[in-house]
Nanobody, 124 residues
Framework: QVQLVESGGGLVQPGGSLRLSCAASGRRFSIHAMGWYRQAPGKQRELVAS???????NYADSVKGRFTISRDNAKNTVYLQMNSLKPEDTAVYSC??????????????????WGQGTQVTVSS
């Protein structure tokens, strides 16, 4: 079983910055991609940013130029640096990991894991 633990949410004024972190832990797994999604009240969950183990990144148009996703593969951790925050960025942000878990005989099973979610509120 793999766990994703997030940190870094909170309340920030418009124009401010926050950095989210998400660390994956467990036994016998390898990560294919990690990313961040968000869901605002009354809206569908949307992809914010993702980064594959090969370094390919993907951003929502609404955050391009303001948010940066990065990974520390040695620590199985993904970060989301959010700058120039706007009230419309207010949402619950959740970490996602696309990974393979390995049995004791090293048979892989590919799975999606989610963090518990962290609230980001942008307000004056």
């Amino acid at each position: 079983q793999v766990q994703l633990v997030e940190s870094g949410g909170g309340l920030v004024q418009p124009g401010g910055s926050l950095r989210l972190s998400c660390a994956a832990s467990g036994r016998r797994f390898s990560i294919h991609a990690m990313g961040w999604y968000r869901q605002a009240p009354g809206k569908q969950r949307e992809l914010v940013a993702s980064k594959s183990s090969g370094g390919v990144t993907n951003y929502a148009d609404s955050v391009k130029g303001r948010f940066t996703i990065s990974r520390d593969n040695a620590k199985n951790t993904v970060y989301l640096q959010m700058n120039s925050l706007k009230p419309e960025d207010t949402a619950v942000y959740s970490c996602n990991a696309d990974l393979s878990e390995y049995s004791v005989t090293w048979n892989p099973t590919r799975r999606d894991y989610w963090g518990q979610g962290t609230q980001v509120t942008v307000s004056s």
